[in-house]
Protein backbone atom coordinates (compact mmCIF):
# COMPACT_ATOMS: atom_id res chain seq x y z
CA UNK A 1 0.00 0.00 0.00
CA UNK A 2 2.80 2.48 0.85
CA UNK A 3 4.54 1.68 -2.62
CA UNK A 4 3.20 4.68 -3.75
CA UNK A 5 2.95 7.18 -0.82
CA UNK A 6 4.52 9.46 -3.06
CA UNK A 7 1.30 10.21 -4.91
CA UNK A 8 -1.11 9.18 -2.33
CA UNK A 9 0.25 11.45 0.00
CA UNK A 10 -0.53 15.06 -2.21
CA UNK A 11 -3.49 12.97 -3.33
CA UNK A 12 -4.97 12.71 0.34
CA UNK A 13 -4.28 16.31 1.21
CA UNK A 14 -6.50 17.42 -1.83
CA UNK A 15 -9.35 15.12 -0.95
CA UNK A 16 -9.15 16.50 2.77
CA UNK A 17 -9.27 20.37 1.28
CA UNK A 18 -12.50 19.18 -0.57
CA UNK A 19 -13.50 17.06 2.11
CA UNK A 20 -13.92 19.55 4.82
CA UNK A 21 -16.10 21.88 4.08
CA UNK A 22 -18.49 19.07 2.56
CA UNK A 23 -18.84 17.39 5.77
CA UNK A 24 -19.13 20.62 7.26
CA UNK A 25 -21.87 21.47 4.70
CA UNK A 26 -23.31 18.32 4.81
CA UNK A 27 -24.03 18.29 8.38
CA UNK A 28 -25.76 21.96 8.29
CA UNK A 29 -28.05 20.66 5.90
CA UNK A 30 -29.13 17.52 7.63
CA UNK A 31 -29.97 19.28 10.81
CA UNK A 32 -27.12 16.99 12.44
CA UNK A 33 -24.03 18.81 15.01
CA UNK A 34 -21.51 19.80 13.04
CA UNK A 35 -19.52 16.91 15.13
CA UNK A 36 -20.86 14.20 13.39
CA UNK A 37 -20.07 15.39 9.86
CA UNK A 38 -16.48 14.86 10.42
CA UNK A 39 -16.79 11.62 12.32
CA UNK A 40 -18.56 10.55 9.05
CA UNK A 41 -15.56 12.26 7.04
CA UNK A 42 -13.17 10.04 9.36
CA UNK A 43 -14.91 6.83 9.28
CA UNK A 44 -15.53 7.49 5.24
CA UNK A 45 -11.68 7.37 4.98
CA UNK A 46 -10.20 5.54 7.46
CA UNK A 47 -12.65 2.27 8.39
CA UNK A 48 -13.83 2.16 4.73
CA UNK A 49 -11.14 3.24 3.14
CA UNK A 50 -9.34 0.07 4.66
CA UNK A 51 -11.57 -2.12 3.74
CA UNK A 52 -13.19 -0.97 0.32
CA UNK A 53 -12.19 -2.83 -2.65
CA UNK A 54 -11.77 0.44 -4.67
CA UNK A 55 -8.72 1.77 -5.37
CA UNK A 56 -10.06 5.13 -6.19
CA UNK A 57 -13.10 5.68 -4.10
CA UNK A 58 -13.18 8.16 -1.37
CA UNK A 59 -16.72 7.39 1.14
CA UNK A 60 -18.12 10.25 3.68
CA UNK A 61 -21.51 12.15 4.72
CA UNK A 62 -23.18 12.65 1.65
CA UNK A 63 -25.26 15.48 -0.07
CA UNK A 64 -27.61 13.15 -1.43
CA UNK A 65 -28.70 12.01 1.99
CA UNK A 66 -28.60 14.89 3.54
CA UNK A 67 -32.84 16.06 2.84
CA UNK A 68 -33.98 12.22 3.53
CA UNK A 69 -31.31 12.60 7.02
CA UNK A 70 -33.04 16.53 8.07
CA UNK A 71 -36.58 14.76 7.27
CA UNK A 72 -35.94 11.54 9.42
CA UNK A 73 -34.29 13.72 12.67
CA UNK A 74 -36.90 15.77 12.50
CA UNK A 75 -39.93 13.13 12.21
CA UNK A 76 -37.73 11.17 15.15
CA UNK A 77 -37.56 13.94 17.28
CA UNK A 78 -34.27 12.66 18.64
CA UNK A 79 -30.75 12.76 17.05
CA UNK A 80 -29.72 9.56 19.69
CA UNK A 81 -32.43 8.11 18.50
CA UNK A 82 -31.61 8.50 14.65
CA UNK A 83 -28.52 7.12 14.99
CA UNK A 84 -30.14 3.95 15.61
CA UNK A 85 -31.25 4.12 12.46
CA UNK A 86 -28.15 4.71 11.16
CA UNK A 87 -26.70 1.08 12.35
CA UNK A 88 -29.64 -0.20 10.96
CA UNK A 89 -28.62 0.94 7.85
CA UNK A 90 -25.23 -0.26 8.08
CA UNK A 91 -26.44 -3.98 8.88
CA UNK A 92 -29.18 -4.15 5.90
CA UNK A 93 -25.88 -3.08 3.57
CA UNK A 94 -24.01 -5.95 5.28
CA UNK A 95 -26.71 -8.13 4.56
CA UNK A 96 -27.20 -6.97 1.10
CA UNK A 97 -23.44 -7.75 0.48
CA UNK A 98 -23.92 -11.35 1.98
CA UNK A 99 -26.68 -12.09 0.07
CA UNK A 100 -24.81 -10.75 -3.54
CA UNK A 101 -27.78 -8.08 -3.88
CA UNK A 102 -25.12 -5.31 -5.02
CA UNK A 103 -26.81 -6.46 -8.53
CA UNK A 104 -29.83 -4.97 -8.02
CA UNK A 105 -28.90 -1.60 -9.39
CA UNK A 106 -28.94 -2.84 -12.67
CA UNK A 107 -32.65 -2.99 -12.22
CA UNK A 108 -33.18 0.81 -11.46
CA UNK A 109 -33.73 2.62 -14.37
CA UNK A 110 -31.50 5.56 -14.71
CA UNK A 111 -34.29 8.14 -15.45
CA UNK A 112 -35.75 6.55 -11.94
CA UNK A 113 -32.60 7.33 -10.56
CA UNK A 114 -31.52 10.74 -12.47
CA UNK A 115 -34.96 12.07 -10.96
CA UNK A 116 -34.37 11.08 -6.94
CA UNK A 117 -30.68 13.17 -7.73
CA UNK A 118 -32.76 15.78 -9.26
CA UNK A 119 -35.02 16.08 -6.63
CA UNK A 120 -32.21 15.88 -3.58
CA UNK A 121 -30.41 18.78 -5.59
CA UNK A 122 -34.00 20.82 -5.24
CA UNK A 123 -34.40 20.06 -1.39
CA UNK A 124 -30.99 21.19 -0.53
CA UNK A 125 -31.60 24.23 -2.58
CA UNK A 126 -34.90 24.80 -1.10
CA UNK A 127 -33.79 24.34 2.64
CA UNK A 128 -30.51 26.37 2.36
CA UNK A 129 -32.46 29.42 2.22
CA UNK A 130 -32.52 30.08 5.76
CA UNK A 131 -29.25 29.99 6.59
CA UNK A 132 -28.35 32.32 3.06
CA UNK A 133 -30.32 35.14 4.54
CA UNK A 134 -29.84 34.18 8.26
CA UNK A 135 -33.89 33.71 9.07
CA UNK A 136 -34.35 30.54 10.14
CA UNK A 137 -38.21 30.11 10.34
CA UNK A 138 -39.02 26.76 9.69
CA UNK A 139 -36.78 23.53 10.41
CA UNK A 140 -38.28 21.07 8.09
CA UNK A 141 -38.10 23.81 4.82
CA UNK A 142 -41.33 23.35 3.57
CA UNK A 143 -41.24 26.05 1.00
CA UNK A 144 -45.75 26.74 2.23
CA UNK A 145 -43.78 27.52 5.09
CA UNK A 146 -41.07 29.30 3.67
CA UNK A 147 -42.84 31.91 1.50
CA UNK A 148 -45.42 33.29 3.71
CA UNK A 149 -49.02 34.44 2.42
CA UNK A 150 -51.29 37.03 3.88
CA UNK A 151 -51.48 40.56 4.14
CA UNK A 152 -48.33 43.11 2.52
CA UNK A 153 -47.12 43.03 5.86
CA UNK A 154 -47.32 39.27 6.70
CA UNK A 155 -45.36 39.04 3.05
CA UNK A 156 -42.21 41.53 3.80
CA UNK A 157 -41.92 40.30 7.56
CA UNK A 158 -38.66 37.46 6.66
CA UNK A 159 -37.16 40.84 4.75
CA UNK A 160 -36.98 42.59 8.08
CA UNK A 161 -35.10 39.57 9.54
CA UNK A 162 -33.04 39.07 6.68
CA UNK A 163 -28.94 39.40 8.04
CA UNK A 164 -27.39 41.58 5.41
CA UNK A 165 -23.96 40.67 6.59
CA UNK A 166 -24.88 37.08 6.37
CA UNK A 167 -26.01 37.17 2.85
CA UNK A 168 -22.87 38.81 1.93
CA UNK A 169 -20.64 36.24 2.69
CA UNK A 170 -22.85 34.04 0.75
CA UNK A 171 -22.78 35.87 -2.41
CA UNK A 172 -19.55 36.23 -1.82
CA UNK A 173 -18.71 32.55 -1.47
CA UNK A 174 -20.55 31.50 -4.57
CA UNK A 175 -18.64 34.31 -6.87
CA UNK A 176 -15.73 33.14 -5.72
CA UNK A 177 -16.40 29.20 -6.24
CA UNK A 178 -18.18 29.98 -9.77
CA UNK A 179 -14.94 31.92 -11.00
CA UNK A 180 -12.40 29.29 -9.09
CA UNK A 181 -14.53 26.86 -11.61
CA UNK A 182 -13.47 29.11 -14.95
CA UNK A 183 -10.85 26.94 -17.02
CA UNK A 184 -8.11 30.10 -16.92
CA UNK A 185 -8.12 30.00 -12.93
CA UNK A 186 -8.71 26.23 -12.53
CA UNK A 187 -5.80 25.03 -14.78
CA UNK A 188 -3.54 27.15 -12.41
CA UNK A 189 -4.70 26.26 -8.71
CA UNK A 190 -6.11 22.31 -9.84
CA UNK A 191 -5.61 21.18 -6.77
CA UNK A 192 -7.03 24.30 -4.61
CA UNK A 193 -10.52 23.65 -4.33
CA UNK A 194 -12.87 26.86 -4.62
CA UNK A 195 -15.15 25.75 -1.91
CA UNK A 196 -12.16 25.88 0.62
CA UNK A 197 -10.96 29.04 -0.79
CA UNK A 198 -14.28 30.24 -0.68
CA UNK A 199 -14.62 29.64 3.15
CA UNK A 200 -10.95 31.02 4.01
CA UNK A 201 -11.79 34.27 2.37
CA UNK A 202 -15.17 34.67 4.39
CA UNK A 203 -13.33 34.22 7.29
CA UNK A 204 -11.03 36.82 6.79
CA UNK A 205 -13.89 39.33 5.60
CA UNK A 206 -15.57 38.35 8.37
CA UNK A 207 -13.12 38.95 10.92
CA UNK A 208 -11.98 42.62 9.71
CA UNK A 209 -15.75 43.54 9.34
CA UNK A 210 -16.09 41.97 13.71
CA UNK A 211 -12.71 43.77 14.45
CA UNK A 212 -13.65 47.50 12.64
CA UNK A 213 -17.06 47.48 14.55
CA UNK A 214 -19.02 46.82 11.38
CA UNK A 215 -22.96 46.08 11.67
CA UNK A 216 -22.87 43.34 9.12
CA UNK A 217 -20.10 41.49 10.71
CA UNK A 218 -21.43 37.94 10.93
CA UNK A 219 -22.67 37.21 15.05
CA UNK A 220 -22.11 33.63 16.22
CA UNK A 221 -25.34 32.93 15.69
CA UNK A 222 -24.81 31.93 11.96
CA UNK A 223 -21.43 30.31 12.13
CA UNK A 224 -19.72 26.87 12.95
CA UNK A 225 -20.13 25.82 16.81
CA UNK A 226 -17.84 22.89 17.24
CA UNK A 227 -17.44 21.87 20.78
CA UNK A 228 -13.52 22.34 22.15
CA UNK A 229 -12.06 19.70 24.38
CA UNK A 230 -9.63 20.57 26.52
CA UNK A 231 -8.40 16.85 27.44
CA UNK A 232 -8.64 13.62 25.62
CA UNK A 233 -11.29 12.49 28.26
CA UNK A 234 -13.27 15.57 27.22
CA UNK A 235 -12.73 14.98 23.66
CA UNK A 236 -14.08 11.20 24.32
CA UNK A 237 -17.19 13.16 25.35
CA UNK A 238 -18.32 14.24 22.37
CA UNK A 239 -19.04 11.54 21.10
CA UNK A 240 -22.77 10.78 20.75
CA UNK A 241 -23.88 7.36 21.48
CA UNK A 242 -27.55 6.25 20.09
CA UNK A 243 -30.63 5.20 22.05
CA UNK A 244 -30.83 1.77 21.80
CA UNK A 245 -34.57 2.03 22.41
CA UNK A 246 -34.78 3.09 19.30
CA UNK A 247 -34.66 -0.43 17.73
CA UNK A 248 -38.27 -1.44 18.83
CA UNK A 249 -39.18 2.94 17.15
CA UNK A 250 -41.24 2.21 14.04
CA UNK A 251 -40.06 5.40 12.52
CA UNK A 252 -36.80 4.66 13.44
CA UNK A 253 -37.15 1.50 11.62
CA UNK A 254 -38.57 2.74 8.60
CA UNK A 255 -35.57 5.71 8.74
CA UNK A 256 -33.23 2.85 8.64
CA UNK A 257 -34.30 0.79 5.75
CA UNK A 258 -35.16 4.10 3.54
CA UNK A 259 -31.25 5.11 4.24
CA UNK A 260 -30.00 1.33 3.35
CA UNK A 261 -31.69 1.66 0.26
CA UNK A 262 -30.57 5.60 -0.90
CA UNK A 263 -26.93 5.02 0.42
CA UNK A 264 -26.19 1.67 -1.25
CA UNK A 265 -28.41 2.97 -4.93
CA UNK A 266 -25.72 6.07 -4.36
CA UNK A 267 -22.59 4.43 -3.53
CA UNK A 268 -23.22 1.37 -6.20
CA UNK A 269 -23.46 4.33 -8.93
CA UNK A 270 -21.05 6.52 -7.63
CA UNK A 271 -18.18 3.42 -7.43
CA UNK A 272 -19.55 2.60 -11.20
CA UNK A 273 -18.51 6.32 -12.44
CA UNK A 274 -15.62 6.14 -10.46
CA UNK A 275 -14.64 2.41 -11.99
CA UNK A 276 -15.33 4.67 -15.70
CA UNK A 277 -12.95 7.56 -15.12
CA UNK A 278 -10.00 5.30 -13.00
CA UNK A 279 -7.23 5.72 -15.47
CA UNK A 280 -6.21 2.00 -15.22
CA UNK A 281 -9.86 0.70 -15.10
CA UNK A 282 -9.85 -1.43 -11.83
CA UNK A 283 -13.15 -3.40 -11.54
CA UNK A 284 -14.48 -3.22 -7.99
CA UNK A 285 -15.94 -5.94 -6.07
CA UNK A 286 -19.48 -3.98 -5.83
CA UNK A 287 -20.63 -6.68 -2.57
CA UNK A 288 -17.49 -5.92 -0.85
CA UNK A 289 -18.01 -2.33 -1.11
CA UNK A 290 -21.42 -2.37 0.17
CA UNK A 291 -19.81 -5.22 3.30
CA UNK A 292 -17.42 -1.94 3.87
CA UNK A 293 -19.98 0.76 3.64
CA UNK A 294 -22.37 -1.43 6.15
CA UNK A 295 -19.54 -1.73 8.47
CA UNK A 296 -18.78 2.11 8.71
CA UNK A 297 -22.64 2.99 8.85
CA UNK A 298 -22.79 0.94 11.81
CA UNK A 299 -19.74 2.05 13.26
CA UNK A 300 -21.20 5.78 12.59
CA UNK A 301 -24.15 5.27 14.04
CA UNK A 302 -22.17 3.87 17.15
CA UNK A 303 -19.97 6.95 17.97
CA UNK A 304 -22.22 9.71 16.52
CA UNK A 305 -22.31 10.19 12.80
CA UNK A 306 -23.92 10.62 9.97
CA UNK A 307 -24.58 7.80 7.42
CA UNK A 308 -22.16 6.98 4.73
CA UNK A 309 -21.98 6.80 0.69
CA UNK A 310 -18.81 6.08 -1.49
CA UNK A 311 -19.05 10.09 -2.94
CA UNK A 312 -17.92 10.93 -6.44
CA UNK A 313 -16.94 14.59 -5.95
CA UNK A 314 -14.16 13.44 -3.27
CA UNK A 315 -13.37 10.45 -5.46
CA UNK A 316 -12.81 12.42 -8.59
CA UNK A 317 -10.76 14.62 -6.80
CA UNK A 318 -8.61 11.73 -5.87
CA UNK A 319 -8.26 10.74 -8.77
CA UNK A 320 -7.30 14.23 -10.54
CA UNK A 321 -5.03 14.76 -7.87
CA UNK A 322 -2.95 11.41 -9.47
CA UNK A 323 -3.88 8.97 -6.43
CA UNK A 324 -2.72 5.05 -7.22
CA UNK A 325 -4.29 3.23 -4.19
CA UNK A 326 -6.38 3.86 -1.23
CA UNK A 327 -3.88 4.89 1.10
CA UNK A 328 -4.95 8.46 -0.17
CA UNK A 329 -8.92 7.66 0.90
CA UNK A 330 -7.20 6.61 4.47
CA UNK A 331 -4.84 9.09 5.07
CA UNK A 332 -7.47 12.16 4.12
CA UNK A 333 -9.71 10.73 7.08
CA UNK A 334 -6.57 10.73 9.58
CA UNK A 335 -6.09 14.65 8.22
CA UNK A 336 -9.71 14.77 9.11
CA UNK A 337 -9.42 13.80 12.17
CA UNK A 338 -6.14 15.64 13.39
CA UNK A 339 -8.13 19.01 12.21
CA UNK A 340 -10.87 17.65 14.46
CA UNK A 341 -8.40 17.61 17.63
CA UNK A 342 -6.39 20.37 16.87
CA UNK A 343 -7.75 23.29 14.98
CA UNK A 344 -11.70 23.31 16.28
CA UNK A 345 -11.24 27.20 17.01
CA UNK A 346 -10.52 27.92 13.12
CA UNK A 347 -13.25 26.08 12.16
CA UNK A 348 -15.77 27.75 14.15
CA UNK A 349 -15.38 31.03 12.73
CA UNK A 350 -16.93 29.13 9.32
CA UNK A 351 -19.99 31.33 8.66
CA UNK A 352 -23.09 29.16 8.08
CA UNK A 353 -23.77 31.54 4.58
CA UNK A 354 -20.63 30.41 3.27
CA UNK A 355 -21.72 26.38 3.54
CA UNK A 356 -24.71 27.36 2.51
CA UNK A 357 -23.31 28.59 -0.70
CA UNK A 358 -21.96 25.24 -1.48
CA UNK A 359 -24.72 23.30 -0.55
CA UNK A 360 -26.42 25.58 -3.12
CA UNK A 361 -24.05 24.86 -6.24
CA UNK A 362 -23.73 21.15 -5.46
CA UNK A 363 -27.41 21.21 -5.22
CA UNK A 364 -27.28 22.86 -8.65
CA UNK A 365 -25.13 20.48 -10.36
CA UNK A 366 -27.94 18.09 -9.35
CA UNK A 367 -30.91 19.68 -10.78
CA UNK A 368 -29.58 21.99 -13.20
CA UNK A 369 -31.66 22.73 -15.99
CA UNK A 370 -29.27 20.74 -18.37
CA UNK A 371 -30.14 17.71 -16.79
CA UNK A 372 -34.01 18.48 -17.66
CA UNK A 373 -32.99 18.79 -20.99
CA UNK A 374 -30.93 15.92 -21.30
CA UNK A 375 -33.04 13.39 -20.16
CA UNK A 376 -36.22 14.82 -22.50
CA UNK A 377 -34.07 14.18 -25.46
CA UNK A 378 -33.73 10.49 -24.66
CA UNK A 379 -37.59 10.19 -25.24
CA UNK A 380 -41.31 9.64 -23.87
CA UNK A 381 -40.09 6.25 -22.09
CA UNK A 382 -36.87 8.16 -20.18
CA UNK A 383 -38.66 11.55 -19.22
CA UNK A 384 -42.26 10.42 -18.00
CA UNK A 385 -40.48 8.70 -15.23
CA UNK A 386 -37.99 11.26 -14.53
CA UNK A 387 -40.61 13.82 -14.15
CA UNK A 388 -43.09 11.66 -11.98
CA UNK A 389 -40.02 10.39 -9.97
CA UNK A 390 -39.52 14.14 -9.29
CA UNK A 391 -43.36 15.39 -8.57
CA UNK A 392 -43.82 12.75 -5.83
CA UNK A 393 -40.91 13.44 -4.18
CA UNK A 394 -41.17 16.92 -3.88
CA UNK A 395 -44.83 17.28 -3.64
CA UNK A 396 -44.12 14.98 0.14
CA UNK A 397 -41.02 16.71 1.17
CA UNK A 398 -40.96 20.38 -0.28
CA UNK A 399 -44.70 21.40 -0.26
CA UNK A 400 -45.56 18.69 2.77
CA UNK A 401 -48.79 18.30 0.72
CA UNK A 402 -49.11 14.59 2.53
CA UNK A 403 -48.29 15.30 6.37
CA UNK A 404 -48.16 11.71 7.32
CA UNK A 405 -45.87 11.09 4.79
CA UNK A 406 -43.60 13.89 5.55
CA UNK A 407 -39.93 12.58 5.14
CA UNK A 408 -40.38 9.58 3.22
CA UNK A 409 -40.71 11.49 -0.22
CA UNK A 410 -37.45 10.08 -1.51
CA UNK A 411 -38.40 6.09 -0.98
CA UNK A 412 -41.96 6.59 -1.74
CA UNK A 413 -40.90 9.06 -5.30
CA UNK A 414 -38.94 6.47 -5.87
CA UNK A 415 -40.98 3.67 -5.95
CA UNK A 416 -44.31 5.90 -8.21
CA UNK A 417 -41.22 6.47 -10.53
CA UNK A 418 -40.42 2.65 -11.06
CA UNK A 419 -44.12 2.07 -11.19
CA UNK A 420 -44.36 4.43 -13.89
CA UNK A 421 -41.37 3.08 -15.62
CA UNK A 422 -42.67 -0.38 -15.40
CA UNK A 423 -45.98 1.16 -17.22
CA UNK A 424 -43.86 2.99 -19.52
CA UNK A 425 -41.55 -0.46 -20.77
CA UNK A 426 -45.06 -2.33 -20.76
CA UNK A 427 -46.71 0.04 -23.16
CA UNK A 428 -43.57 -0.12 -25.39
CA UNK A 429 -43.76 -3.63 -25.41
CA UNK A 430 -47.52 -4.86 -25.91
CA UNK A 431 -46.43 -6.32 -29.59
CA UNK A 432 -42.65 -7.70 -29.12
CA UNK A 433 -41.26 -8.96 -25.77
CA UNK A 434 -37.96 -9.12 -25.41
CA UNK A 435 -35.15 -11.32 -27.01
CA UNK A 436 -31.44 -11.70 -28.25
CA UNK A 437 -29.76 -14.24 -30.24
CA UNK A 438 -26.79 -15.66 -29.22
CA UNK A 439 -24.68 -17.94 -31.11
CA UNK A 440 -22.12 -21.01 -29.38
CA UNK A 441 -19.09 -19.84 -29.53
CA UNK A 442 -15.30 -20.80 -28.02
CA UNK A 443 -12.33 -18.37 -28.01
CA UNK A 444 -11.27 -16.56 -31.58
CA UNK A 445 -15.56 -17.47 -32.57
CA UNK A 446 -17.42 -15.29 -34.35
CA UNK A 447 -20.27 -14.36 -32.13
CA UNK A 448 -23.88 -12.62 -33.29
CA UNK A 449 -26.02 -10.92 -30.48
CA UNK A 450 -29.43 -9.78 -32.63
CA UNK A 451 -31.31 -7.32 -30.39
CA UNK A 452 -35.00 -7.20 -30.12
CA UNK A 453 -37.58 -4.84 -32.03
CA UNK A 454 -38.20 -3.75 -28.23
CA UNK A 455 -34.98 -3.56 -25.57
CA UNK A 456 -35.61 -1.84 -22.33
CA UNK A 457 -33.70 -1.56 -19.07
CA UNK A 458 -35.09 -4.55 -18.04
CA UNK A 459 -32.64 -6.26 -20.11
CA UNK A 460 -29.79 -4.42 -19.07
CA UNK A 461 -28.61 -7.07 -16.63
CA UNK A 462 -28.58 -10.21 -18.45
CA UNK A 463 -27.03 -8.02 -21.76
CA UNK A 464 -24.14 -6.64 -19.37
CA UNK A 465 -23.86 -10.42 -18.12
CA UNK A 466 -23.21 -11.55 -21.64
CA UNK A 467 -20.84 -8.87 -23.01
CA UNK A 468 -18.96 -9.78 -20.07
CA UNK A 469 -18.28 -13.13 -20.62
CA UNK A 470 -17.35 -12.87 -24.42
CA UNK A 471 -13.97 -14.55 -25.01
CA UNK A 472 -11.04 -12.35 -25.35
CA UNK A 473 -9.59 -12.03 -28.73
CA UNK A 474 -13.25 -12.87 -30.43
CA UNK A 475 -15.31 -11.05 -33.36
CA UNK A 476 -18.67 -9.57 -31.99
CA UNK A 477 -21.27 -8.20 -34.06
CA UNK A 478 -24.19 -6.68 -32.05
CA UNK A 479 -27.63 -6.27 -34.57
CA UNK A 480 -30.24 -4.12 -34.07
CA UNK A 481 -31.26 -3.92 -37.30
CA UNK A 482 -34.71 -5.30 -36.30
CA UNK A 483 -35.13 -2.76 -32.92
CA UNK A 484 -37.71 -0.19 -33.12
CA UNK A 485 -36.43 0.89 -30.00
CA UNK A 486 -33.67 0.65 -27.60
CA UNK A 487 -33.37 1.87 -24.00
CA UNK A 488 -30.55 4.38 -23.19
CA UNK A 489 -29.73 2.20 -20.55
CA UNK A 490 -28.43 -0.56 -22.74
CA UNK A 491 -26.98 1.58 -25.54
CA UNK A 492 -24.71 3.55 -22.92
CA UNK A 493 -23.58 -0.26 -21.95
CA UNK A 494 -23.10 -1.22 -25.78
CA UNK A 495 -20.80 2.00 -26.15
CA UNK A 496 -19.26 1.35 -22.87
CA UNK A 497 -18.43 -2.41 -24.48
CA UNK A 498 -17.17 -1.25 -27.70
CA UNK A 499 -15.35 1.71 -26.83
CA UNK A 500 -13.59 0.45 -23.30
CA UNK A 501 -13.92 -3.52 -22.62
CA UNK A 502 -13.61 -5.01 -26.10
CA UNK A 503 -10.13 -3.11 -26.56
CA UNK A 504 -9.16 -4.46 -23.20
CA UNK A 505 -9.77 -8.09 -24.19
CA UNK A 506 -8.57 -7.79 -27.95
CA UNK A 507 -11.98 -8.09 -28.83
CA UNK A 508 -12.87 -6.94 -32.49
CA UNK A 509 -16.51 -5.48 -31.84
CA UNK A 510 -19.20 -4.51 -34.74
CA UNK A 511 -21.99 -2.68 -34.25
CA UNK A 512 -25.04 -3.18 -37.07
CA UNK A 513 -28.17 -1.57 -38.35
CA UNK A 514 -28.24 1.07 -35.25
CA UNK A 515 -30.19 3.90 -35.80
CA UNK A 516 -28.53 7.56 -36.38
CA UNK A 517 -30.35 9.17 -33.50
CA UNK A 518 -29.34 6.71 -31.31
CA UNK A 519 -25.70 8.23 -31.90
CA UNK A 520 -23.21 5.15 -32.02
CA UNK A 521 -21.50 4.16 -35.12
CA UNK A 522 -22.49 1.44 -37.09
Not at 197 to 211: G, P
Not at 218 to 227: A, R
Not at 391 to 409: V, W
Not at 499 to 516: Q, R, T, Y
Request: overall charge neutral.
Amino acid sequence: MFKHFKYDLPSGVVVFLVALPLCLGISLASGAPFFSGLISGIIGGVVIGFLSGSKMSVSGPAAGLAALVLAAITSIGDFRLFLCAVIIAGLLQMLFSILKLAGIANFFPSSVIKGMLTSIGILIIAKQIPHVFGYDKDEQGHLTELLPFGDMHEVFHPIQHWDIGVLALCVLSIVIMLLWDRPSIKSKVKYVPGALVAVVISILVNEVLQASGSQFHVSNDHLVNLKIAHSPNEFLSFFTTPDLSGFTNVKVIIAGVMIAIIASLETLLSIEAVDNIDPERNMTNTNRELMAQGVGNVIAGFIGGLPITSVIVRSSANINAGAKTKLSAILHGMLLLVCVIFIPTLLNKIPLSSLAAILLLTGNKLSNVTVFAEVYSKGKYQFLPFIITIGSILAIDLFGLIPILNGKGLLIGVVIGLISAFGAILHGNLKNSYYFHKENYSDSDNITMKLAEEVSFLNKASIRSTLGHFPAKSRVIIDATNSQYIDYDVLELIKEFKDIKAPLKEISCELKGFKDIYAITN
